[in-house]
């Protein structure tokens, strides 16, 4: 039986995975993953054929309130489209990304698509932010939590990968308390001179 945008919000919720992200690379196999991609290899939220993938990605072209679209003029290759062969065996596409509303049900989800230069295509579904606005909103401040924690307790890489795990499992970074976060793992503010 073919998977639909509801089976992809329905495990969204069920595994606590406010972040939704769903990639795929042109000749590849699909893939939905249950954190977005953080140097970690990610586990799928919900296994998809190439089939699921079309079908799923033309629910969220139908539903998606588009707020922002863009082609760009410079290159743009994502994680996955680092291999060596894509540079040489692919045609250059002019990345374009696309940004929105989608409204399932009595939820409202913001959307992010990027289509990237060697064709690699990336959907990222935020559950609890509502507009493109907000997923600006959220980047902004995830860059301010981080910055905050780096430099208020000087974390080692791994205190800060887990600073981002933790920043990838949540959309309401307003109540996100990185001093909680620091006491678990340990570490003491820096003492400045001044």
């Given at each position: 039986?073919?998977?639909?945008?509801?089976?992809?919000?329905?495990?969204?919720?069920?595994?606590?995975?406010?972040?939704?992200?769903?990639?795929?690379?042109?000749?590849?196999?699909?893939?939905?993953?249950?954190?977005?991609?953080?140097?970690?290899?990610?586990?799928?939220?919900?296994?998809?054929?190439?089939?699921?993938?079309?079908?799923?990605?033309?629910?969220?072209?139908?539903?998606?309130?588009?707020?922002?679209?863009?082609?760009?003029?410079?290159?743009?290759?994502?994680?996955?489209?680092?291999?060596?062969?894509?540079?040489?065996?692919?045609?250059?596409?002019?990345?374009?990304?696309?940004?929105?509303?989608?409204?399932?049900?009595?939820?409202?989800?913001?959307?992010?698509?990027?289509?990237?230069?060697?064709?690699?295509?990336?959907?990222?579904?935020?559950?609890?932010?509502?507009?493109?606005?907000?997923?600006?909103?959220?980047?902004?401040?995830?860059?301010?939590?981080?910055?905050?924690?780096?430099?208020?307790?000087a974390p080692s890489r791994e205190d800060v990968h887990d600073l981002c795990y933790c920043l990838n499992r949540t959309?309401?970074?307003?109540?996100f308390d990185i001093d909680a976060l620091a006491q678990r793992r340990g570490l003491t503010e820096n003492i400045r001179?001044?």
């Amino acid at each position: 039986m073919r998977k639909t945008l509801f089976d992809v919000m329905t495990a969204s919720r069920e595994d606590d995975c406010p972040i939704v992200h769903i990639s795929q690379l042109a000749g590849e196999q699909p893939f939905i993953a249950s954190t977005p991609c953080f140097a970690d290899e990610p586990v799928p939220l919900l296994e998809i054929t190439p089939d699921d993938y079309l079908s799923i990605m033309a629910e969220i072209r139908n539903r998606l309130a588009v707020e922002h679209d863009e082609t760009l003029s410079f290159v743009i290759l994502t994680g996955g489209a680092r291999d060596p062969r894509l540079g040489r065996e692919r045609l250059r596409l002019s990345p374009r990304t696309i940004a929105g509303s989608l409204a399932f049900g009595a939820e409202t989800a913001a959307v992010y698509y990027l289509l990237d230069s060697a064709g690699q295509e990336t959907t990222i579904i935020y559950n609890g932010l509502r507009s493109f606005a907000d997923i600006q909103d959220y980047w902004q401040r995830r860059g301010q939590l981080v910055r905050a924690f780096t430099e208020q307790y000087a974390p080692s890489r791994e205190d800060v990968h887990d600073l981002c795990y933790c920043l990838n499992r949540t959309t309401q970074l307003a109540t996100f308390d990185i001093d909680a976060l620091a006491q678990r793992r340990g570490l003491t503010e820096n003492i400045r001179c001044t």
